[in-house]
Structure formats: C-alpha cells, structure tokens
C-alpha cells in the first residue's frame, strides 16, 4: 500500500468516525427535546391534579391524564430507541458480564471471554412497530396539539 493510498484511508476512516459522532450528538438533542416534552407533561398532570384538589373534587377522572401519560409513555420509548441507536453507532460496546469496552465487532469479550448476542433484526419487525408506533401517535395527535385539544403553547 502506498502512501497515498494509507492517507486516503485514513482520511475515509476520520470522516467515518465524525458522520458517527455527528449522528450521536444529532440524536441526543433529539433524546433533550424528548425530555423536555415529558417533563411539560409531567408539568400539565400536576396542573390537572392541583386544579381537582383546589376545586375540592379529588383526583381528576384517568381518561383526562390518559392522553399525557399516553405520551410520556410513548416519548420514553423513542428516547431509549435513540440510547440504542447510539449504542449501535458507537465502535465500542459494554460487555454485559463484566463492563469491558470491547469492539464493536468483536463476537466475545477479550477480557471475560463472554460470548455476544447477535440480534437479527428483519424489516418485518421495524414495520410492525413504525405501524403501532403511528397508530399511537395518531391517536394522540400530531404532536402540534396539546392532548386537551388545546394548541400547542
């Protein structure tokens, strides 16, 4: 292999590396602005709860929190799918039995000689899911309105 030939590899390799990066930081925004909308549900469950009890009328009926913990629900589902997308990004992963940074490609830990998990994920699945995922979200909204039917603040 010539020099040049080392050089233009490694020039691949770097611009490898930063699209990844680039693709982790991307989704961990996406994984704050999640957050952040859990946290304003979290915020209008309490206001529904503190408004009842102010009233004198208790706890307010569960079909008027079902739509906000609906979506606190789904939003912590699509965090942890980004979490995992990270980790399948990275070019290391944990081992499971004893935390060792190993490889990405390796089929068992240097370390403790624990074998990996490979996880065949077919489309089929990922259809499967995007199409109850949808239904979800759909049945909340578009994400534009509120789940009280208000606009979106």
Request: glycine share 8%; proline share 3%.
């Amino acid at each position: 292999m010539s020099f040049m030939d080392k050089v233009k590899a490694g020039v691949a390799e770097a611009g490898s590396k930063a699209k990844t990066v680039v693709e982790i930081n991307k989704l961990k925004m996406i994984n704050i602005s999640k957050q952040s909308s859990i946290n304003q549900a979290y915020q209008e469950i309490g206001k529904r709860v503190f408004e009842f009890e102010e009233k004198g009328l208790g706890l307010p009926p569960q079909d008027m929190l079902e739509p906000y913990m609906n979506r606190v629900r789904l939003l912590k589902l699509e965090i942890e799918q980004n979490v995992q997308k990270m980790a399948n990004l990275s070019v290391t992963k944990k081992c499971s039995k004893c935390g060792a940074s190993v490889h990405i490609e390796e089929r068992k830990c240097p370390k403790c000689e624990a074998a990996f998990e490979i996880i065949d994920v077919t489309d089929y699945e990922t259809v499967g899911y995007e199409s109850s995922m949808k239904s979800v979200a759909h049945a909340f909204g578009s994400g534009e309105e509120e789940p009280d039917g208000g606009e979106k603040r």
